[in-house]
């Protein structure tokens, strides 16, 4: 049985890398796909802030929601909570405080991870060193989750761990997915011809490039890339599978009943959802309830595991 | 040899020009020679160019840096991560040599446990009035509250670090015995690891004596001290938190053990006495607490109640005889510079032996004779609180000045019990990567030995060494730095 207080660090500790993960690629994908827009077309870099919910906080510190203060705020500012630098040195804080339960070499890959982002991350705002260091970054975190997926025991820190990651995957595709189908309700409205392009740039942002062409095909249309980033029940990044998996890892560390049953009922609900028979202000409310359920989820963790509380007997 | 010139041609001027009186030097005989053991190392390393010397150094340092070798120092107000100091250049220790070491700090060790059972007990030694019983009654470091119990094995210290240094004959002296929380053996244990990393050749048709087997034996004399009987007891390694300056060394060693690493709030102590962590599946009892808190902080109930860090009941537990501590509470008091001074007669006293390994001569404020002593030639001696550790309040005659000099002797006069006196040692130097170039610096040995139902005493142990040249302070948090330490043969 570990400790409240070493399970909830790992949480975090998989949440942060997850994040920083999710959010290099997001901006990764975005300033790719800027470059094939024409000029004028382009949806601007507010769409980043909004799709992280991050625009009160960015403009605490900026005015203008330039390219080069945008990429500042998300990449290489120490200051502010949602740059991947800071979210970065969360991680390695909450490893460092449970070493004792990984392998020393996920703290040694880690603790060398914030170094490149402490050492190169304001060197990274530019355009051409940008997509280097994003790359590099991308390719570490991935290290970093084989090497935890290929090292750590078969136990409960790996299930916090693995929760943290669902959890936080599940979120960060939500958010994914609403600035598409966001983007499609204007485009609607101001009858501008869809572009597929954005789709791809969708679709990288959640690494499901080659995925969607093998189980889809290679036309990109907004309902079949929305559709497969929620539904596909094997995309490893897709709602359904994050959804799916929390329900697995919450019985395997044997949860409450009534944590076991809301995120079992998440993810048949996410399971149900057939978006051809909803139309856009249906889906937004059902993103809308999701990400609410998600909040609950988490508080669910804290009331089950986190939170210590004495009247809990050991198994 | 070849025509450029070799790394070592500074260090041979060096050992040559120095007189004969100054300090031993551990790899380099004074014809500027290496030493028999040292050998080998000493020509691995002449076939390095200042270059490649300089390239292995930054390697060693990026090494650190990547496996967050690190030690925390409170500066400004600050807590700041610092990479562990390092040097390249291994010290070297003949095992014959180390052989008689081994036996000498366990001898030790022995007597300073039955020192602190019977001061807590039936306090014979001081009946015997071999030592001043105001002397031990009267320390804070002497805590009432443990009086009348016997722990395991009547073993109390369990892991004590003692400070060797050598003098100008290469003699070694214990200068003092570390039995709170002696700190250092996980940066004995990465030294090594490092000395691998990045000097793999050195160890080119060696036989070095592993550190590596420290945990092990630490677990094994933890779990021999478990109130439960069980195959795995639950052993814990208790830490104040992240911003202590060992916290790398706590997680360290709760990783190599395979035990839980708490802080106070994550145990809690019921109305039966029995100690309990706080799991995710609720409580779990625990059997040993290897605590790296100092003893007023561990339980507020018992001791300090403005303590944040200890668990409430903790003292009762231990008492209750529901959970063991390592060291035991109170251990302090015979880690104090003045009993220090006694050790020698401990040994005779309690274990009827003389001792293997020799105290350096001791001045006691306390006693006239002494002080007067001390207070006439304070420009030769060094003097030191009796109850500081870090190297902090250590005055060293000869590199103060005469204002410092006053200045201690109304220290001294005002408070005689609180310090001591010894004669200025020239400690022992070793070659070390200095700017560029090899040169001797001072240093000195921090063994660890451990003590429970059996004793082991790592080979070797951490070296630390004085970076400024002249200087005698090897502390990491006053500039010094480190080196793997080698016994062959």
């Given at each position: 049985m570990m400790l409240s207080r070493v399970a909830e660090r790992l949480y975090w500790m998989a949440r942060y890398l997850e994040r920083v993960e999710d959010t290099a690629r997001l901006i990764d994908a975005y300033s790719h796909v800027i470059l094939d827009l024409p000029k004028g077309a382009e949806p601007g870099w507010s769409v980043l802030l909004e799709t992280l919910e991050a625009q009160q906080e960015f403009h605490a510190s900026y005015k203008a929601t330039t390219e080069t203060n945008v990429m500042k705020f998300l990449?290489?500012?120490?200051?502010?909570?949602?740059?991947l630098r800071s979210s970065m040195r969360f991680a390695r804080e909450n490893v460092r405080t449970t070493r004792d339960v990984l392998p020393s070499q996920v703290w040694e890959l880690v603790n060398e991870c914030y170094l490149l982002s402490e050492d190169q991350s304001t060197n990274s705002i530019s355009r051409k060193n940008r997509a280097v260091y994003l790359t590099e970054l991308i390719g570490r975190l991935q290290q970093i989750n084989g090497l935890i997926e290929s090292s750590v025991l078969r136990d409960q820190p790996l299930w916090y761990m693995r929760l943290g990651r669902m959890i936080e995957r599940a979120d960060m595709t939500t958010r994914i997915v609403n600035a598409g189908v966001t983007a499609m309700q204007q485009r609607a409205a101001d009858q501008i011809p869809e572009i597929p392009l954005l789709w791809g740039s969708l679709l990288r942002s959640v690494s499901g490039v080659s995925a969607y062409r093998r189980r889809v095909g290679p036309v990109l249309d907004a309902e079949s890339v929305i559709n497969f980033v929620l539904s596909?029940?094997?995309?490893?990044?897709?709602l359904v599978y994050c959804t799916g998996s929390l329900e697995e890892i919450v019985d395997l560390l044997k949860a409450p009943p009534g944590l076991s049953r809301a995120a079992r009922q998440t993810a048949s609900k996410m399971r149900r959802l057939?978006?051809?028979?909803?139309d856009v202000i249906e889906l937004n409310q059902f993103i809308d309830d999701f990400q609410y359920e998600l909040g609950e989820l988490n508080a669910g963790f804290y009331d089950a595991?986190?939170?210590?509380?004495?009247?809990k007997t050991t198994s | 040899m070849s025509v450029t010139k070799s790394i070592w041609a500074n260090y041979e001027t060096v050992a040559q020009t120095?007189?004969?009186?100054a300090s031993y030097d551990e790899l380099i005989n004074e014809n500027g020679r290496p030493r028999a053991a040292a050998r080998r190392v000493y020509r691995q390393i002449g076939k390095f160019s200042a270059d490649e010397l300089q390239e292995r150094h930054s390697a060693a340092e990026l090494c650190i840096r990547e496996m967050g070798i690190s030690f925390t120092v409170y500066s400004d107000g600050e807590n700041i991560d610092r990479s562990w100091p390092y040097d390249l250049i291994p010290r070297i220790i003949r095992a014959k040599d180390w052989k008689k070491m081994n036996s000498g700090l366990i001898q030790r060790s022995r007597a300073l446990n039955a020192f602190i059972d019977d001061v807590y007990n039936k306090q014979k030694i001081l009946a015997d009035e071999v030592l001043p019983a105001e002397l031990v009654l009267e320390?804070?470091?002497?805590?009432?509250?443990?009086?009348g119990i016997s722990p395991a094995h009547g073993v109390w210290a369990h892991v004590c670090g003692s400070d060797l240094v050598r003098d100008g004959r290469g003699k070694f002296f214990v200068l003092e015995d570390n039995?709170?929380?002696?700190?250092?053996v996980s940066y004995m244990i990465e030294n090594r690891e490092v000395s691998k990393r990045?000097?793999?050749?050195?160890?080119?048709n060696e036989v070095v004596q592993s550190v590596g087997d420290y945990p092990a034996q630490l677990y094994a004399t933890l779990a021999s001290l478990s109130p439960r009987s069980r195959k795995r007891p639950c052993i814990v390694v208790l830490t104040?938190?992240?911003?202590?300056?060992a916290y790398f060394e706590h997680a360290f060693l709760a990783q190599e053990m395979g035990a839980e690493l708490v802080e106070g709030s994550d145990l809690f102590v019921d109305d039966r006495d029995t100690v309990y962590m706080k799991t995710v599946g609720g409580p779990k009892q625990v059997d040993v607490i290897y605590r790296r808190i100092d003893d007023t902080f561990m339980d507020p109930e018992a001791?300090?109640?403005?303590?944040?860090?200890g668990v409430s009941g903790l003292l009762r537990a231990w008492r209750g005889g529901k959970v063991a501590i390592?060291?035991?509470?109170?251990?302090?008091?015979?880690?104090?510079k003045v009993v220090y001074a006694f050790v020698p007669e401990m040994i005779r006293y309690y274990l009827n032996e003389e001792p293997l390994v020799s105290n350096v001569p001791t001045y006691l404020c306390m006693l006239e004779k002494d002080r007067d002593y001390v207070l006439e030639h304070i420009a030769e001696l060094v003097v030191k609180p009796a109850n500081e550790s870090g190297?902090?309040?250590?005055?060293?005659g000869p590199h103060s000045d005469s204002a410092t000099h006053r200045r201690y002797q109304k220290l001294i006069e005002a408070n005689p019990r609180n310090y001591i006196a010894q004669p200025t040692l020239s400690l022992s130097t070793a070659p070390t990567y200095c700017d560029g170039e090899i040169a001797p610096r001072h240093l000195d040995l921090r063994p660890f030995i451990l003590q429970g139902k059996e004793s082991w005493v790592t080979p070797g142990g951490l070296t630390r060494v004085?970076?400024?040249?002249?200087?005698l302070i090897v502390n990491s948090s006053q500039g010094g730095g480190s080196k793997d330490t080698w016994i062959v043969g």
């Open positions: 990449i290489s500012n120490s200051e502010t909570k949602k740059s596909s029940p094997n995309f490893p990044r897709s057939d978006i051809s028979e909803i595991w986190f939170s210590y509380r004495m009247d | 120095t007189p004969p009186s320390s804070p470091n002497y805590l009432a509250q443990c009086t039995l709170r929380v002696p700190s250092g990045v000097l793999p050749e050195l160890f080119l104040p938190g992240i911003y202590n300056s001791f300090r109640d403005d303590s944040t860090l390592a060291n035991a509470p109170g251990s302090g008091v015979a880690d104090d190297g902090y309040g250590i005055m060293v004085a970076l400024k040249e002249g200087s």
